[in-house]
């Protein structure tokens, strides 16, 4: 985890989203049914509303070992955080359809990290195959504060 850079981050309430790099497949249970991730970069969105806001659970996402609490900890732990956005009194559900608005996002899990949302396919969406890191910190513009990690 590359500590140094996540110095910034903002410790309120708000919105983030992460970018997520499997290697290889992978597949878990979600909701008592089996799923399945091919080899890609997935985007995450999620809002932090607890003690240490933003900084505090993107802190938590980036520890690869941990009890399994969000559906997110299963790429979180076999994945690569590649990017953090982070967005101080935003909306999850706003990056969603920001995201979403792009070419080539898709939804690869319909309800993965939605189960309470009433508005989005999923809080997880897959991003385009050809996409490379030098492209992500325009996914969401100027609006949100982004850090980046090189492989
Ligand atoms: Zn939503």
Redesign the pocket.
């Given at each position: 985890m590359p500590s140094v850079g996540f110095r910034d981050i903002p410790a309120i309430p708000g919105a983030y989203a992460l970018v997520i790099g499997l290697a290889g497949g992978l597949a878990f249970e979600l909701r008592g049914r089996q799923v399945a991730l091919v080899p890609g970069a997935y985007l995450y969105?999620g809002s932090a509303h607890g003690p240490g806001g933003i900084a505090a659970r993107v802190g938590r996402h980036a520890r690869r070992r941990k009890k399994r609490h969000w559906h997110v900890d299963h790429l979180t732990a076999a994945g690569r955080l590649a990017a953090i956005y982070a967005l101080p009194g935003g909306?999850?559900?706003a990056l969603?359809e920001q995201a979403l608005a792009l070419d080539g996002v898709g939804v690869p899990i319909r309800g993965f990290g939605?189960s309470d949302?009433?508005?989005?396919a999923a809080?997880l969406l897959s991003l385009p195959e050809k996409s490379a890191p030098a492209g992500w910190p325009r996914l969401f513009g100027d609006s949100a504060g982004s850090w980046h990690f090189a492989g």
């Open positions: 969105c909306s999850e559900c969603v939605a949302c009433r508005s989005c809080h």
